[in-house]
């Protein structure tokens, strides 16, 4: 049944989490013209994720909920800053990852293979809690309560956090 992007804003909203910042990829499809159009929302459309991920930073600095919306094959270029700066001096961020190559081969299109199998071992490999949205056919309802946990889980422990999400779980 998987989850209206309608819905999800809405939660992410009813977190505060009104300050995003993003790659636009295929993987969220309408999400991002939701949360663009959005006047209760500061989209910060960027050019890579690194540079996402710095801004969602920024408003984190100032006590701001802040995530970032990127497809998996953005990990590689957020490795770096998270590294030597989020995880170092204790910064949050929400990271919200669309999970292209869902499997592996022969999911999905060949650049998106490697990728597809590894995207939760960097999380892991960093020490960053994550979940997983993988049932495109669970009932909206339970995705619901699920993101909704994962946001109050941010909420309170204020922590580098992932959530990873198949394609067509979001639609």
Known sequence: MSIKAHSFVQILKSHSFNNISGVPDSTFGNLYNLIDDDPDINYFRANREDTALGIASGFSVSNKNSC???QNSGIGNIINPLTSFNLIYKIPALIIVGWRGYGGKPNDAPEHWVMGEKTTEYFEMLGIP????????EAQEGIEKKLIYQLDLYSKEKKLRSIIIKKGVVV
């Open 130 to 137: 994550f979940e997983c949205f993988e049932d495109e056919h």
């Open 68 to 70: 970032i919306i990127i």
